[in-house]
């Protein structure tokens, strides 16, 4: 795993998210996801609980979804969306969010 070198702050209210030099606005689905990456940061989430927490345990749909939101979020907050630093895929898993707090 990548050190973090990025300082992270997110506010929920307002769906604010700065990543080093990089900052925000994010939809509410978007929000959701990070929060969860956020309330466990530098810890893999598996693909499932993400899913179950941003969708909802009933979501009928299939990961294109997750990988569709993880990459707007990613064309926002990324210096290079194809080779991330602060999202991260974890191969198997999930994802994870490095960082430090700000």
């Known amino acids: 795993m990548s050190s973090p070198t990025h300082t ?4 929920a209210s307002t769906g604010s998210l700065t990543a080093g030099e990089r900052s925000a606005l994010l939809t509410g ?7 969860m990456l956020f309330d466990r940061l530098g810890e893999a ?3 499932q609980e993400i899913r179950d927490g941003v969708w909802g345990e009933n979501w009928a749909g299939g990961d294109e979804a997750l990988r569709v939101t993880v990459n707007r979020i990613r064309t926002k907050i990324e210096t290079n969306r194809r080779k991330p630093e602060i ?12 960082g430090v707090r700000g």
């Open 8 to 11: 992270i702050r997110f506010n």
């Open 29 to 35: 689905v978007e929000r959701k996801l990070v929060a």
């Open 45 to 47: 989430i598996s693909h």
């Open 87 to 98: 999202i991260v895929s974890v191969r198997g898993i999930g994802y994870r969010m490095l």
